[in-house]
């Protein structure tokens, strides 16, 4: 098939036979075999000129597809044992990027050498196609069909107050209590719409609104806060569990489940997996997935 079809692309069987470092002769037997095959003939042949008949010209399309699926297979093949090389490009939401995905990065960067990632932090939601990402990191539900998702743990969040507030201001026994309490409120989009807290107990859920003298939409200013003794933040359980260890915040409502939301690493349906994506979303699911 491959003789055949570079004879068909090039003109002539001598003009193939230089091609593919053979002989004329060589050429001519390999189109004779699929002609006797086949029990039709591919090619017009004249002294002067050749062309490609009826059937010729049909054979010659499925071929050249036949040919490029085998040429794929051998190059997913070699890829699969190769080590991961080149640039990769990453969209993240911006708290899970700087704080988690960010020291997942050196990690995976020291450990492949020969890889690249340039990553993009935002909350927005994104085309990976349109904006060229290869790899997306999203928090919330999830259902798209040309995008292939793999579920990380759930994104959790806890509320944590700095020793110093709570000695001040007593500790929240219930979610209630907080109204009582400086929050330290995200702003999702507007500084005038209201924050409200959920919480939940042996199936039953409590939503309270989160007020207070600070809100941000930044994520990190408001663990500064927090940690300089100006209220209490709900964050994400991953980050805070440094700053637990370290004792510069404390968990209240620890009887409490705080809000939980589906985590994934995703990449587009229609992408091929090269072993680049392949080694990056297999150490992100490693490090994030499920326990």
């Not at 037997?29 to 090619?43: I, M, P, Y």
């Not at 939401?93 to 690249?116: E, I, K, N």
């Not at 300089?228 to 620890?254: D, K, Y």
Request: hydrophobic share 40%; aromatic share 10%; with cysteine.
């Amino acid at each position: 098939m491959g003789v055949f079809v570079k004879a068909a692309d090039l003109g002539s069987f001598a003009a193939a036979a230089e091609a593919l470092r053979i002989s004329p002769q060589m050429v001519a037997k390999h189109v004779v075999f699929l002609e006797d095959r086949l029990g039709t003939a591919l090619l017009n042949r004249t002294t002067r000129r050749q062309s490609l008949t009826d059937v010729g010209r049909a054979y010659y399309d499925r071929c050249k597809s036949i040919l490029m699926d085998a040429e794929a297979a051998e190059q997913l093949a070699q890829e699969m044992r190769t080590r991961p090389k080149g640039v990769i490009r990453v969209n993240a939401p911006v708290t899970f990027g700087a704080f988690s995905l960010a020291p997942f990065l050196t990690r995976y960067l020291a450990r492949y050498p020969d890889m690249q990632v340039d990553l993009t932090l935002n909350d927005r939601f994104v085309d990976p196609l349109e904006d060229g990402f290869e790899v997306l990191v999203r928090i919330g539900e999830f259902e798209d069909a040309s995008l292939i998702a793999h579920r990380l743990a759930p994104y959790r969040l806890i509320a944590c107050a700095s020793p110093a507030y709570l000695a001040e201001r007593g500790t929240p026994q219930t979610p209630g209590d907080l109204e009582a309490h400086d929050c330290l409120a995200y702003a999702y989009w507007s500084p005038s719409l209201p924050c409200r807290w959920r919480f939940s107990r042996d199936g039953r859920e409590e939503e309270v609104k989160a007020t207070g003298r600070f809100r941000s939409n930044d994520w990190r200013t408001l663990l500064h806060a927090a940690t300089e003794g100006f209220g209490i933040t709900l964050g994400p359980e991953s980050v805070l569990s440094a700053e637990l260890a370290a004792g510069r915040l404390v968990r209240v409502l620890s009887e409490y489940e705080g809000p939980a939301r589906p985590m994934h690493v995703i990449y587009p349906a229609s992408r091929r997996p090269t072993v680049k994506l392949r080694s990056f979303v297999e150490a992100v699911v490693e490090a994030f997935g499920p326990k």
